[in-house]
């Protein structure tokens, strides 16, 4: 009964009760089962990518109106494997001048990266790779390694563009941190705990409904920090050749592309853990094969909106982007951080005095983070509507650039 | 709780593993026949001039700042949410002073124009 409802948990008992008969002490069963459940997670992970390669490519051309892959294997399934083994075989070229060491660390640390996140992400009740308390930390400070590589592969590449590519990195990808990380401080308020794990636990109702503001504001953050359009201007390739990843050939090429790829995933499955309940669903804790497969369900449809934006969004222009990470994203996220805190703080000061049922409790918590958030989303809506308003009004369109001053000479 | 960490810590050398050990091996498999015309630099077919670690904006040295300066106070907020049970009026009210001069910082920056992309 226990292998249908759980299958992995019971195959890493029976195998630690086959090596504890084998005659190993305790304590190197345990250094091996968790180096065996790190190499499962690690490959699940790789292993995933040649799927979401055709995944992503089908779906593009289902949108473009076209066929995609179809011709290796039932739908083109298989075509990934022909690719993987063409680009095996390509040979490095690196640029005269590089600095030999960033340049060959790049596409690994850009892959590492995204796939250091799998650790701490559930994938039912009792299956996580490591339920540390902090999570969420974790999961903020391994981000930004992956940011740490594109500068790394944009310097050492020995090339202007690459250079540009590298700059823009830290204009994009460093500044859309700050509202993300502000937006991650609201689920970590609400369930009290950095563990990914435990915030799961605690989202008896889907923090979407309670905090929608943080969640929209981390799924467009997570985007812009995967590098991909509409805010791919790292490597935009009408004008600066491919940025970052100009001067990469070969394999190390294909690792950047492995990484973008399972990074899109990855934001997806941390947006479904964070905000959208993660396993938890009908059955979930008594069952929790369920559990994953409700967590993979979810992080597919997610999956599928990031692809639904990529493909219908034109590429932003820098300023407009830093503008609407600065004056957009960022104060209203420290609002809604400051409002969100005021009113926890009341609804535990209040809530206990009324002695409700627990679903009571719930429901109130819920109506009031919702009315709190649609009172701000209003705030904001009604504040842009005046701007607006008054810069018709003055009859002045703002100028796109501040083009100088001709010469004196010129005009005369 | 040990478990846990000693998983991040193998999984660390994992993860480090998967990426490295095909590139070196197809470093290996690849052939491999430099000359001078395939290494140089690809600049869209044009030679390059000059040096590529040169000075560049200030512009993006600014911004890199203004994340510095926000990220490192952030961290302090984390723990701030997860004792918020724990805390007194005061430590909630300390909390949102916290944020409020973030949040001054912010529109001290944006009236000084540090945020303008010029």
Aim: aromatic fraction near 14%; hydrophobic fraction near 55%.
């Amino acid at each position: 009964m226990s292998f249908l409802t759980d299958p992995i948990n019971a195959i890493a008992d029976w195998l630690e009760s086959l090596l504890l008969s084998l005659g190993l002490t305790s304590q190197a069963v345990t250094i091996l089962m968790t180096l065996l459940g790190a190499i499962v997670v690690g490959s699940f992970g790789l292993m995933l990518v040649i799927f979401l390669i055709w995944v992503e490519r089908k779906v593009y051309a289902r949108i473009q109106d076209r066929l995609g892959p179809n011709r290796v294997g039932p739908w083109g399934i298989l075509q990934t494997f022909p690719d993987m083994i063409k680009i095996f075989t390509k040979e490095y070229i690196t640029p005269i001048g590089a600095d030999k060491v960033p340049y060959n660390l790049a596409p690994i640390l850009s892959v590492s990266a995204v796939l250091l996140a799998w650790a701490v992400i559930p994938f039912a009740s009792t299956v996580v790779g490591s339920d540390i308390n902090v999570g969420v930390l974790y999961i903020v400070a391994v981000g930004a390694i992956g940011t740490l590589g594109i500068i790394l592969a944009g310097w050492s590449s020995n090339n202007k563009y690459a250079l540009l590519g590298a700059f823009r990195t830290v204009a994009q990808m460093v500044s859309y941190e700050v509202p993300m990380v502000l937006a991650l401080l609201i689920p970590v308020l609400l369930a009290r705990s950095m563990g990914v794990n435990s915030i799961v636990q605690s989202q008896q109702v889907w923090y979407i409904l309670l905090a929608p503001i943080a969640a929209f504001f981390f799924f467009i953050t997570s985007i812009a920090e995967t590098g991909r359009a509409p805010f791919d201007l790292l490597e935009a390739e009408s004008e600066i050749i491919a940025g970052y990843q100009t001067e990469y050939s070969g394999l190390k090429f294909g690792m950047f592309f492995v990484g973008e790829f399972l990074h899109a995933f990855t934001i997806s499955a941390l947006t479904v853990t964070l905000f959208l309940g993660g396993w938890r669903g009908p059955w979930s804790e008594q069952v929790p094969l369920l559990g994953t497969a409700y967590f993979f369900i979810k992080t597919f449809i997610v999956y599928f909106i990031v692809l639904w934006v990529r493909i219908s969004l034109p590429r932003l222009r820098i300023d407009q982007m830093l503008n609407f990470n600065w004056k957009f994203l960022t104060p209203i996220a420290l609002v809604m951080l400051m409002a969100t805190a005021v009113l926890e703080k009341i609804l535990s000061t209040w809530l206990p005095t009324l002695r409700l049922t627990d679903s009571g409790v719930i429901l109130i918590r819920t109506i009031t983070h919702l009315g709190l958030n649609v009172l701000v989303a209003a705030g904001v809506i009604y504040l842009l509507r005046s701007y607006t308003i008054r810069r018709e009004k003055v009859g002045q369109p703002r100028p796109l650039a501040v083009a100088p001053e001709p010469p004196a000479s010129v005009l005369e | 709780m040990q478990s846990d960490w000693l998983f991040i810590a193998l999984f660390l050398l994992i993860v480090a593993a998967f990426p490295g050990v095909p590139i070196l091996l197809a470093g290996i498999l690849g052939p491999r026949r430099p000359n001078s015309i395939k290494n140089s630099v690809y600049e869209c077919g044009i030679e390059t001039v000059g040096n590529t670690w040169i000075q560049f904006r200030i512009q993006y040295y600014i911004f890199g700042l203004t994340f510095l300066v926000f990220d490192v106070e952030l961290v302090f907020l984390f723990p701030w949410a997860v004792a918020f049970n724990s805390l007194s009026l005061f430590g909630v009210i300390a909390g949102i002073l916290f944020i409020l001069i973030l949040f001054i910082e912010l529109l001290a920056a944006w009236r000084k124009g540090v945020l303008e992309w010029v």
